[in-house]
């Protein structure tokens, strides 16, 4: 069984929990680059190395990519996931210290993310499941455009889109490839979803919506056997699709810790005034 960390009640904002928890024993994980490798066995000499099992939290050594796949490898939200930068450009991570680190762990702030649960169904009628902390992304697999259409909570909101994709981002993918195909950036705890097209050629004018968090989306390929589609939650793909459904999954929270002068808040509200 998990050790349980010491619990202090405090008062909690939106975004954030409202306890502070006391963190003792940690577990290290590490990407395989040499620089996080060596950041692993140096903060490990240094602090002991507990497993995840045992320990109250883990500290995650790498890029954003790393971070995700640690955030889903602990998706139940059992214990929290601290990321510290050894990769490039580290938006869910906190900045690189070995100094007093569990003086950093236990002043960190928690926020849960609520992953998107997509369901898919291929040209074979073969179904999958998989989960995405950034987006569901729909993209067109060869040289024509896909042929897409838009249901929301039952709904039929766009007949027919002509496009490269569509993606369906929460707040903390907002940044991420939403942003790249020039999605709104959303704040945490706005509970909202970001409903984005990638290279949209038809309706013209469209530029995506807001949803509200609790929305069902579902996502029909139109001639899908001449213009085949694919759809990727995070980094898991499922190839040649005819539909789509996203739902975020309030059962499931991974919980992140960050530095509270650089929270995930704070850092989503930064984005919107980079030059």
Request: glycine share 6%.
């Amino acid at each position: 069984m998990q050790a349980q960390p010491e619990v202090n009640t405090a008062a909690g904002t939106q975004g954030k929990t409202t306890e502070t928890m006391t963190y003792k024993t940690i577990s290290f994980v590490a990407a395989p680059t040499n620089q996080a490798q060596a950041a692993l066995d140096s903060l490990k000499a240094r602090y002991g190395q507990a497993s995840p099992n045992s320990a109250d939290v883990v500290v995650a050594l790498g890029g954003d990519g790393f971070m995700l796949q640690t955030l889903h490898q602990h998706m139940s939200g059992d214990i929290p996931i601290y990321g510290m930068n050894r990769g490039t450009v580290g938006f869910l991570m906190n900045d690189y210290s070995e100094e007093e680190l569990l003086t950093r762990l236990n002043r960190a702030q928690s926020v849960a993310l609520h992953p998107l649960r997509m369901t898919t169904c291929d040209t074979s009628g073969h179904e999958a499941d998989a989960l995405a902390i950034n987006e569901v992304s729909l993209l067109r697999q060869t040289r024509l455009a896909a042929k897409i259409r838009i249901t929301i909570d039952g709904i039929t909101r766009l007949e027919e889109m002509i496009c490269d994709g569509v993606l369906l981002s929460t707040a903390a993918g907002s940044t991420a490839y939403n942003l790249s195909a020039y999605g709104p950036i959303i704040p945490i705890g706005a509970g909202l979803l970001a409903l984005t097209p990638i290279s949209v050629f038809r309706p013209r004018r469209w530029r995506g919506a807001l949803l509200p968090h609790e929305a069902t989306v579902v996502f029909d390929i139109l001639d899908a056997g001449e213009r085949p589609v694919s759809a990727v939650a995070d980094s898991a793909e499922v190839r040649d699709i005819i539909q789509v459904t996203i739902r975020e999954d309030r059962d499931l929270a991974p919980a992140v810790l960050h530095d509270p002068e650089h929270n995930m808040e704070e850092r989503i509200i930064k984005e919107q005034f980079q030059p």
